[in-house]
Nanobody
Framework: QVQLVESEGGLAQAGDSLRLSCAAS????????MGWFRQAPGKEREFVAA????????SYADSVQGRFTISRDNAKNTVYLQMNRLKPEDTAVYYC?????????????????WGQGTQVTVSS
């Protein structure tokens, strides 16, 4: 069992930066690929970014490519999402997730464990 806890999100203005973190307990995070997803009001949960177990491979949604960076520190059992040049359309609840299985990391169904989510609100 893995427990994932996201840091508090927050309020930002367009163009600002925020960093989210996701701390894991219960199991060593290095055994899991990690992903960030988000869900805006009235919309389905969507993929944001993912990182392989080693951290050598990352992938991003087109909407955040070049603005967001996912990273991990396996020694600290923590995954990060650095969000730069935020836009109002980035407003959503952000979730981190852990996947034991191998597969397409942009597929939410691959993930075994989810955090409780954290609200990010970007004003124009």
């Amino acid at each position: 069992q893995v427990q994932l806890v996201e840091s508090e999100g927050g309020l930002a203005q367009a163009g600002d930066s925020l960093r989210l973190s996701c701390a894991a307990s219960g199991r060593t995070l290095s055994s899991y690929a990690m992903g960030w997803f988000r869900q805006a009001p009235g919309k389905e949960r969507e993929f944001v970014a993912a990182i392989s177990r080693s951290g050598r491979s990352t992938s991003y949604a087109d909407s955040v490519q070049g603005r967001f960076t996912i990273s991990r520190d396996n020694a600290k059992n923590t995954v990060y999402l650095q969000m730069n040049r935020l836009k109002p359309e980035d407003t959503a609840v952000y979730y981190c997730a852990a996947a034991k299985k191998v597969g397409s990391l942009d597929y939410a169904g691959l993930y075994d464990y989810w955090g409780q989510g954290t609200q990010v609100t970007v004003s124009s």
